[in-house]
């Protein structure tokens, strides 16, 4: 008997002390009893929110449905059919991070201070994450805590503009005024002057909506958000804390092919690197005739470079005749800088523009890298901005155009200093509206310093991702109805020299020779996709026979037609097929 007891003894101790065991949290699974209690807890958290950023693959292939590229096939965005069925991007995943963050940072035992400038991250990212659903979708649901699956605000319908947007407003105000100000050299982390920039460019796009698009009827409210976005640029300007990269051969390219980020002007990057093989695939994308879309710069949008002694290229009476060789020569040296011209060369052997890629002969360099050694493999380790000085500027501009406000200090202070940088010796207040972006683009502006100002938003920003929502908030989304266009042609069956190395580069035909010239590539003008614009010279026109159509319930992306079927409070636009 004693025995039995002994061991009922053993036992009992025992079961306590795997009881005491069970009651443990396991060390290796996060809880919010664990996660959330030091600084290097919310540190570890925040990291995640990264993951709402652009990736530099993101970053490469941004500008695919915009005005002044064309590709292989236009998106079917504008051409062909698209409905709420092939809609998508209604992912709330992200969203849900932060506020479980922001539900338990409160517990942390740290300063106040600490406290705060984590909450600020994390609605940076709440601000972030709200403006990308808002200029896609327009109105969307609102939602500031996690949702239990018996919510019963999971299948709320859309929230109106002005609450999410003055909710976004709140958040990046807060992040601005509480996350830490130091520099961050590395160009990865959100600081408060990233906050700042951001908040510019939020501020921007809503006012210029809020303007331009009447039907919103929120017009009234638009300069509210002009004088916001000019205020928190001006700050950055003022914190001296970043400049335009003016140092080095090529200055502007800099910015876009190098590893490490150039902190002089990058505020925060896409960061990629070889040795962590954190890769994007900008040579295999505007490189490659089969991967990429084959995009290339239009005509039209190239004759936008100003030249190098400050009048515009447009100037010219014979302007779209001009041959490429000649065109190119003596005009902003942010050209030379974004396509292939002149002594262009890439592993040290001259690279004209390629033919087997380019449609329009002004092929895109900016985002790629000179090696060959990743035009097939995404394996690019260049480093991309996600928002540098150079869009504050532009911000800065704008938001006082547009407010009313802008003279000649301020031109001197951001438009003229960009010019400066593209090697352009002239660079004054301009007081004419200028015809040609008149004619081609922005017809109901009068204002020469605002048309100004969205000449150089086209040209310093080109590639990065901006250009389609200017379009949208400018209300000008027709533009992507443009005929495509590409450079003069002086004849068929013409050999042309187009770096003028001494090789021939391309020839226009309408019947492919028997006998070809060793690296000629012959461009079959067919009539029908291709075509000149005088029939035997002229301007390359492409895929002039297909229609592209831009309808204004386009500006507002279509809620993908599952979540409508999932959720009956979802309202789309009856506009929008199924």
Known sequence: MQRILHILLIALVAFSACKQELDLKPFDKLSPDNAFNTEKDLQLYANSFYLILPTGTDIVKSDALSDYLVGRTPSNYIYGSFGATQASGWNWENLRKVNYFLEHVGQAKITDEARNHYIGLARFFRAWFYFEMVKKFGDVPYYN???????????????????????????????????????????????????????????????????????????????????????????????????????????????????????????????????????????????????????????????????????????????????????????????????????????????????????????????????????????????????RYAEVLLNYAEAKAESGTFNTTDWNATIALLRQRAGIAAAPFPTVADAYMQQNYFPDIDDAALLEIRRERGIELALEGFRYDDLLRWKAARLLEKTYDGMYVPSLNTLMDLNEDGKMDVCFVTTIPTTKVPGVYYFLIDNVQFKLSDGTSGNLILFDNLERKFEDYKYFYPIPYNEIVLNGNLKQDPRWPN
């Open 145 to 387: 805590k996690t949702l239990a699956v018996d919510d019963p605000d999971l299948y709320k319908g859309r929230d109106p503009r002005t609450l999410v947007m003055d909710s976004v407003l709140s958040d990046i105000n807060f992040a601005c005024a509480n996350i830490r100000n130091t520099k961050d050299n590395t160009a990865s982390q959100v600081t408060r002057w990233v906050a700042l920039a951001l908040k510019s460019r939020i501020c921007l796009f809503e006012g210029s909506i809020r303007k331009y698009h009447p039907e919103l009827e929120l017009t009234a409210t638009a300069s509210e958000w002009f004088t916001e976005a000019a205020e928190a640029a001006n700050l950055v300007m003022q914190g001296n804390q970043y400049r335009l990269l003016t140092t080095g051969a090529q200055p502007y390219r800099d910015l876009f092919v190098n590893e490490t980020p150039n902190n002089t002007e990058v505020m925060l990057a896409a960061v990629n690197s070889k040795s962590l093989r954190v890769f994007n695939d900008g040579n295999w994308y505007w490189t490659s005739a089969t991967y990429g879309g084959r995009l290339n710069f239009t005509k039209t949008f190239i004759n936008t470079y100003l030249k190098t002694d400050g009048t515009p290229f447009t100037a010219q009476a014979n302007y779209n005749s001009i041959p490429f060789v000649t065109e190119v020569k003596d005009r902003d040296l942010r050209l030379k800088q974004s396509i292939r011209l002149g002594n262009y060369t890439r592993d040290g052997a001259a690279a004209p523009p390629d033919f087997t890629y380019t449609y329009t002969g002004y092929m895109p360099i900016k985002l790629a890298v000179d090696s060959k050694a990743t035009d097939g493999v995404a394996e690019n380790f260049n480093s991309l901005p996600i928002i």
